[in-house]
């Protein structure tokens, strides 16, 4: 995440902490995540995540995580991001917001996650970009 890409997502959150204000929740991935890399860097994208709950990483969660890979609807490389849909599964998330277009924000991948998630009796958060979350409200 770029810092120019911060403030797009303060105005995501911004949108989504009105419409669901006790919901706002990331996991602890997406920290370890922003916490990589440059340091100065880092602590900008840190500073985007204060003060939202932590998604706890449960069994069930990896468990799907895990199934997700196997059954060949994700690669084994993208493990992580099975993970980040999982755990915003599991906890019943209305929306994921992401930049991962290649395996998480991917319409005909989203397709296969929620077949395979009906059956158990889960649903598939929303899954969008923050641009997309804010539509008409992004053009500058």
């Given at each position: 995440?770029e810092?120019?890409?911060?403030?797009?997502v303060k105005?995501?959150?911004v949108r989504?902490?009105?419409?669901?204000?006790?919901?706002l929740?990331v996991s602890?991935?997406?920290?370890?995540e922003?916490?990589?890399?440059d340091p100065?860097?880092?602590?900008?994208?840190?500073?985007?995540?204060?003060?939202?709950?932590?998604?706890?990483?449960?069994?069930q969660?990896?468990?799907?995580?895990?199934d997700l890979?196997?059954?060949n609807?994700?690669?084994?490389k993208?493990?992580?991001d099975a993970?980040h849909?999982?755990?915003?599964?599991?906890?019943g998330?209305?929306?994921?917001l992401?930049?991962?277009c290649k395996?998480?924000?991917?319409?005909?991948i989203?397709?296969s996650?929620?077949?395979y998630?009906a059956?158990?009796?889960?649903?598939?958060?929303?899954?969008?970009?923050?641009?997309e979350?804010?539509?008409?409200?992004?053009?500058?």
């Amino acid at each position: 995440m770029e810092y120019g890409c911060g403030c797009l997502v303060k105005r995501a959150r911004v949108r989504l902490c009105i419409a669901y204000p006790t919901r706002l929740c990331v996991s602890r991935l997406v920290w370890q995540e922003c916490a990589a890399g440059d340091p100065a860097a880092a602590e900008r994208r840190l500073s985007v995540l204060e003060g939202l709950s932590l998604l706890v990483l449960s069994e069930q969660a990896v468990a799907i995580a895990k199934d997700l890979v196997t059954e060949n609807i994700l690669p084994r490389k993208a493990v992580e991001d099975a993970l980040h849909i999982a755990a915003a599964t599991v906890h019943g998330m209305d929306f994921l917001l992401t930049w991962n277009c290649k395996h998480i924000a991917n319409p005909i991948i989203q397709e296969s996650i929620a077949a395979y998630l009906a059956p158990k009796g889960l649903f598939l958060p929303f899954i969008c970009t923050p641009e997309e979350l804010l539509g008409a409200d992004n053009d500058e």
